[in-house]
């Protein structure tokens, strides 16, 4: 499956920017969809997960109450919704799918390019 994210871009803090991750490929109904961040100099760090059908959903401690990650699986698009960001979260922002819901980047085995997200104070 080929993974393309966007949706990224120059925000100040506060505001609201919805991420999208769209798929190709086949369908990512039989998949876990994730998001991953990776800021400069740092290791990629989960963010949040669902599960194939919509019905889990896991956060990092970081984005709770802030982000909300749900899927389309008529349209193959997975989004994530960032409500009231902070500079800390500028990142490059990756989506991923995989068969189990985790948090550990190895546990996803397609990866999308990114899209870069930046937050102004």
């Known amino acids: 499956v080929q993974l393309q994210a966007s949706g990224g871009g120059l925000v100040q803090a506060g505001d609201s920017l919805r991420l999208s991750c769209a798929a190709s490929?086949?369908?990512?109904?039989?998949?876990?969809m994730g998001w991953f961040c990776q800021a400069p100099g740092k290791e990629r760090e989960f963010v949040a997960a669902i599960s194939w059908n919509g019905d889990i959903t896991y956060y990092a401690d970081f984005v709770k109450a802030r982000f909300t990650i749900s899927r389309d699986n008529a349209k193959n698009t997975v989004y994530l919704q960032m409500n009231s960001v902070k500079p800390e979260d500028s990142a490059v922002y990756y989506c991923a799918a995989g068969p189990f819901i985790g948090s550990m980047p190895h546990q996803y085995h397609y990866w999308g390019q990114g899209t870069q997200v930046t937050v102004s104070s």
């Open positions: 490929g086949r369908t990512i109904s039989s998949y876990i």
